[in-house]
Each structure stands twice: as C-alpha cells, then as structure tokens.
C-alpha cells in the first residue's frame, strides 16, 4: 500500500533521483486546511479500470473556482465532473482512459474546509492504467519576457519528442505547429510564485511550451494567450538534480528551476479581419482590424476623394487607423458609405482578399448644456443683444511655466490642421525686460502623428521666455481657427536636476542596445536607441529614484520585439541594472551625476540553473527589504503623528528587528520571512 501520509503530504508521485527534498523551510502555518483520510482507489493505483475516485477528508470540504484551478495531466477532451459527496469528493471520468497512460487529477486550490475557506493547496490523485507510475520530475521558472515579472499559474506543455506525431508537426526548422495541433503527453502548472514542479514524466526528450492561458480553455490561443517555448528537447532522466521543499508561508511547493521560459504574447497569428467601423464626429471615420499590418488593396469612400483623406495610425501595428475628412462638416452627408478590399484570414487560417462593404453613420448629439445654451443665445439675439459663442477650436500644450533646457513645446490638436502660418508666431527672450529679444525656434509636424507639432527652440537655463500666437494662425479641417495664444514660462536652472551617465560597453562593437531610465513602476522617461560601446549621459532628470532597463536590441530597429512561435524566435532579452548592494533603484540628488558601469557580458550572460537561482534569490532579498523599509517608514510615519510624550515612550521601547539579531529574516508581524531559495546545504 502506499504510504498514506507521504502521499498526502506532498500530493505527488514516486520519488526519483532528479529531485532532492530539502528541510521544510519557514514558520508555523496561520490556518489548517482539511486532511484527505482515504482515496479510493489508492492513490497511485496501477492497471486504473474504473471511471469514478472518491477522496475523502476529515471535515465537510466546498469547492471553488474549479474551472480556473482544475486540470487533468495529460488533458482530457471531456473533463472529468466534480462533486461534493458526504466529507469529500467525488469525480468522475467522462471519456474512455488511454492505456498504459499515467494520469493526475490536479485540484490547485479549488477545495478548502466548510468553515473557514482554508485551501489545501496542490491537492493531486494519480493513477495508472498501466504497470506502471511514471515517476520522473522536472522544475521550471516561467516569467514575464519584458518586464521579469513571474508569471503564476502557467501550464507546461511536455510533448513527447519521440512520438511520430510531434516529429511531424516540427519537421520545418522554421516552423513549428506542435502547440497549435497537439495535445500534450503531459501537463504541469506554475505555482504563483512563477515555480513549477512538473511531475509523473516519463524518461523521454520532450518538447517543451509554457502557455499562460488567459481564457481558461485549456488550449493555446494566439494573440490571446501567453506563450513560452524553450529551444531544443530536454529529458528529464538526463537533466541536473534539483531540489524541492515545502513554503509554509506560501502553503505550496518550491523547487531550484531547471528550466527557464520567458512568456511573450505572439500576436504573428492573431487572426485578420475588419474588426470594427465606427464614425465617432462628423470628419473623424475609425477602423480596426484583428491583427497588425493589414494589407489593404482598395478603400473608397462615394463621393469623397482619396486626396481628402487623412490618415492617423493608433497603434505601431497599424491595426487602428483613423480616417480624417478633409471636407467642410456641411458638405458631409449623415451617412458615408464605401467599399475596402483588403486580405483576411479564411476559414482554413489562410490570407485571402475581401471585399467588405462599409457604412458610417453620424448625428449630432446636443447635450442638455448645449440646449441650454442656444436657448441662451436664441433669447439674447431676440433681446437685441450679442453673446459670444465659445470658440470650439482646442489645442493641448504639454510644457508646464517650468521646463528644462532640453524640453520641446507640443501641441496636440483635437483635428488635422488644414494651414498654420509659423511666421506669425512670436518667441521672445525675456531676460531684459526692457528689450526683449526674439528667439528663433523649429516647428514641425510630428511624423507619428497627424495632430501633434512640436517647437523646439535653444532654451537658457534660468530665463523666462513668453510665446504669442495670434488669432487665426491655426486652422484646422472643421474650419475652426484658434484665439490669440499666449504663454509665458521659465526654464530651470540645471542645479535643480541630476544627471546619470552611463558606460556602456556592449558584447561585440555591432551590438545594439536601447537605455532607459523608468521611475519605480517602469514607466520611461527617457531613452537612447542604438546605444553601443560608449558613454550615454541622461541630462536634466528630476531627483528621486529611478531604475535603468536595458534592451538587447538584436534587429537593431529601435524597440523590443516579442518572439514569435511559428518560425520559433525567442522574445528580445530586457534586463534592469542591480547596484553591487544589491538595489534596483538608483536615488538621485539636485546637482549630483551618477554614473554607472553597463557590462552587457554580465547583463545579458547565458541562463543557467545557477544563475536563475542566483537571481531569483537576489529579487526576493530585494522584494523582502523594499517591504520592510515600507513597513519602517509607516512605523515612522505613525509616530510623527503621535504627541511628543507617546513618541518618545514609542521610540524607547521600539528596537528594530536588525538591532534584534533578526535580520531581514523577520518581519516585525514574527512571520518568518526566510528567501524563497534559502534552503539547507
């Protein structure tokens, strides 16, 4: 018989050699989810006939969320039906059993006690219809390709490399359908953690595929899904030792990775076809389409001239275009309509050309204000007196009265313009009040987009500057012209900022980069494309923490690039720069430079095992510090806000947990907050 308490402890299947079980790690569990006191048949039974298992628990159980958590290795094509019976549950097979297959039912954490809603995390029941449990393991990190992030709650695919099938679908060097017309042999699932322990495997290569399985289908799905793949066949009887032990914090496994998959979104396969036609204003048209680049042969809209057209790309995909009339509002009629060919997949996912007819239908809204107000006018023009309409023209200008030496002006239009006259627009130097001088500056049409120009002019530091634009420079395609413009603004003092220089020194001279500098959440603010070997210094950023991410820019086009499946590219590495302290954040002060060493042979150095624990070990240390200063800070914070008197008796009898010999180990809550790799040697 097998032994119970093994079984239900770790919920998985035999032992073998790939896997070292380290000492539990962590502190005493805060709750106590139900015990299973019977499986029926026993778990790991072999020569499996029956359609029914019954697992029974100590206490009343419910189940939650089975569609999320429920899985079975390999799939099955009907799945199993859960139910609760007395003190346990029951399942039952739907289809008929493959034979001499190793099976698991995987319950995540679907089933908890009655009372409380305490999980048993990783519950499993495996089986055999054969002699036979296969019993080898493999362990796996599965993150996000751009951003690091872990990816939790990732199915691996394992495909057997050896079946004539999956050597079929792999046949092409440059294209790979394996994931898209099989099943796998055999399934696993990252725990939130990223971590996945990958059980009952057989001594075979596999072929390999992470899918992060947004829509719950069980299926990989282009476009939708997330999608990792690894670049040659691994065999779990010949991969390195690993080990594995119980988080108590977490209540859920861990294990050192062996594997590493960087999971991208691969939009090369969503599928085309006109999504969407809508005309939100009377001269604006919007179209979508399913996926990027549409080739589109043919797009005619009756009585209007493609001269009159322009067009506004959304998205750098060019999958959301909007269309802009260039034809006075009273010439337009209610209702366009047109014709576009352009090519979309068929039914069997091949690209053909469509003809599609289109109509766009418009009528004006008039909200309660603006009733209000023409009612307002119609009463003032029959009163004999003249009110003033708004002006309807609008414009955004992103500077603030406060801007640095190497800022441009933008100006974002709500329309196209149909005419600007810039030599009308006036810049001036105000240093000397008394004389003025005018300022000579550029302004130019963004090639990006349509509504959007910028100025940009030789700014001095610690000088107010005043711009004019006088009534009427502007016009757009409504035929609505601006009122006189005016705005005065200083530029700052370079005292007032830092700067951060940076040595970059590539793998080879050819090799590309792209440099940013992102606050904390990693939003950019600023950038260098095509960086090589050489010294890249970021002028004028406001002082605070920021972070430097890098992209390995291989094709050398200026931005990252995800991976695509099909013809099996790998997604562009990113990484972010970690200070010898071991800190992700650079903090800096007015008037200082900070400057950094950015060796892409260290940045970018192969994946190992080791080094994949290496890092996932540093990121937590950092993760557990970055809580506990937060946590510090409040305890602070907190203390501000009390009387002198309290304070002071706070600050006596308060000594932090480092003076207390805990270390980051401890938080002060006393939960043990031990690294998520620190194991015993």
């Known amino acids: 018989m097998w032994p119970t308490a093994l079984a239900l402890f770790f919920s998985m299947g035999l032992f073998c050699r790939c896997a070292n079980f380290a000492a539990p790690q962590g502190g005493p569990r805060d709750t106590i989810p139900p015990k299973v006191i019977m499986m029926t048949p026993e778990f790991a039974t072999t020569g499996f006939k029956s359609n029914r298992v019954y697992i029974e628990f100590n206490e009343y159980v419910q189940i939650n969320d089975l569609m999320k958590e429920f899985y079975t290795s390999p799939f099955m094509d009907k799945k199993p039906t859960v139910t609760l019976r007395g003190r346990g549950i029951q399942i039952d097979m739907k289809e008929q059993l493959r034979s001499d297959q190793t099976y698991s039912l995987n319950f995540g954490s679907s089933v908890s006690d009655n009372n409380e809603g305490n999980p048993y995390v990783g519950l499993r029941y495996v089986f055999s219809t054969g002699s036979d449990i296969d019993s080898l393991f493999m362990s796996g990190y599965t993150a996000n390709a751009y951003n690091g992030d872990s990816v939790a709650n990732t199915f691996i695919f394992f495909y057997d490399e050896s079946l004539d099938s999956v050597r079929r679908s792999t046949t092409h060097p440059d294209y790979d359908s394996t994931v898209f017309t099989l099943r796998p042999n055999a399934v696993g699932r990252s725990y939130p953690s990223g971590i996945f322990i990958a059980e009952n495997l057989k001594p075979v290569d596999y072929r390999i595929y992470a899918v992060q399985d947004n829509n719950n289908n069980q299926q990989y799905e282009p476009g939708v899904d997330g999608i990792g793949f690894l670049d040659s066949t691994y065999n779990p009887s010949t991969m390195p030792p690993f080990e594995i032990w119980y988080d108590s914090m977490r209540m859920y496994l861990q294990a050192t990775p062996q594997l590493y998959f960087r999971i991208f979104t691969d939009k090369q396969f969503k599928r085309q076809y006109l999504t969407g036609q809508e005309r ?390 006393g939960l043990n907050m031990n690294g998520m790799f620190n194991r015993n040697r």
Do not use: C
């Open 280 to 669: 939100p204003g009377r001269q604006k048209l919007f179209l979508t389409f399913g996926a990027k680049n549409p080739r589109i042969e043919r797009f005619k809209l009756e009585g209007i001239d493609s001269s009159q057209l322009i067009s506004e790309y959304l998205t750098p995909g060019r999958d959301s275009v909007v269309l802009w009339l260039d034809v006075p509002p009273e010439q337009l009629p209610d209702t366009i309509r047109g014709e576009i060919t352009y090519y979309r997949h068929d039914s069997l996912n091949v690209l053909v050309p469509s003809t599609e007819r289109l109509q766009f239908a418009w009528k004006a809204f008039v909200s309660r204000k603006d009733r209000r107000e023409a009612e307002k006018a119609e009463q003032a023009a029959e009163e004999g007196k003249e009110e003033k309409k708004p002006n309807p023209f609008k414009v955004t200008v992103s500077a603030s009265r406060e801007i640095t030496p190497i800022d441009e002006l933008a100006f974002t239009f709500d329309y196209p313009l149909r005419r600007m006259d810039s030599s009308r627009i006036t810049l001036r130097n105000l240093r000397d009040e008394e004389h003025p001088a005018d300022v000579k500056f550029h302004f130019w049409q963004d090639t990006a987009n349509v509504r959007r120009w910028v100025l940009r002019a030789p700014w001095a530091a610690e000088t107010p500057y005043e711009l004019l634009i006088p009534e009427g420079v502007f016009e757009n395609i409504a035929g609505e012209r601006n009122d006189t413009l005016k705005a005065s603004f200083t530029v700052l003092p370079p005292d007032d900022f830092a700067s951060v220089a940076l040595n970059v020194r590539g793998k080879t001279p050819a090799s590309r980069y792209i440099v940013q500098l992102t606050d904390e959440n990693g939003r950019v603010l600023r950038e260098q494309q095509g960086a090589t070997t050489g010294k890249y210094t970021f002028t004028y950023v406001k002082p605070g923490t920021v972070k430097i991410r890098v992209i390995e820019d291989a094709n050398g086009n200026g931005r990252w690039d995800a991976g695509d499946m099909i013809h099996r590219l790998q997604p562009e590495r990113v990484a972010v720069y970690i200070t010898d302290k071991e800190e992700d954040v650079l903090s800096l002060r007015e008037g200082r430079e900070v400057e950094v060493d950015l060796d892409m042979n260290r940045l970018f150095a192969p994946v190992t095992m080791e080094s994949l624990s290496e890092e996932l070990e540093r990121a937590y240390r950092i993760k557990v510090r970055k809580m506990l200063e937060y946590k510090e800070k409040q305890r602070r914070d907190a203390l501000r806000q009390q009387g002198p008197g309290r304070r002071q008796q706070d600050q006596d009898n308060t000594v932090p947990a480092w003076q207390q010999g805990q270390g980051v180990g401890t938080n002060n809550s």
